[in-house]
């Protein structure tokens, strides 16, 4: 295996991790950034505030792109899998 093959794999590695993760993180900012100004705005000063929308928001992206996230992961899982032959050999 070639040091150029372990850097494409590497690469398509975390892309594809960035990819599953950013919907959950970008809705988890959106959240986080709604409530804080909310708190401003009340001046209620409480930490654990927005913890619960946050969870909420995230459980509903999961439901919402969980079929797509799965779908990804496969895909790319089977990729690899059908490749090990012709990078082992």
């Known amino acids: 295996m070639t040091p150029e093959m372990v850097m494409t794999l590497s690469h ?3 892309y594809v991790a960035l990819l599953l993760a950013a919907p959950l993180l970008l809705v988890s900012l959106a959240v986080g950034l709604i409530v804080s100004l909310f708190q ?5 000063n409480e930490s654990t505030l927005s913890f619960i929308p946050k969870l909420i928001a995230i459980a509903v992206t999961l439901v ?7 779908t990804t992961m496969l895909d790319y899982m089977h990729q690899m899998f059908t490749s090990i032959p012709s990078l082992a050999g």
């Open 12 to 14: 398509q590695a975390m």
């Open 64 to 70: 919402i792109a969980g079929p797509w996230m799965l």
């Open 40 to 44: 401003a705005a009340t001046q209620i």
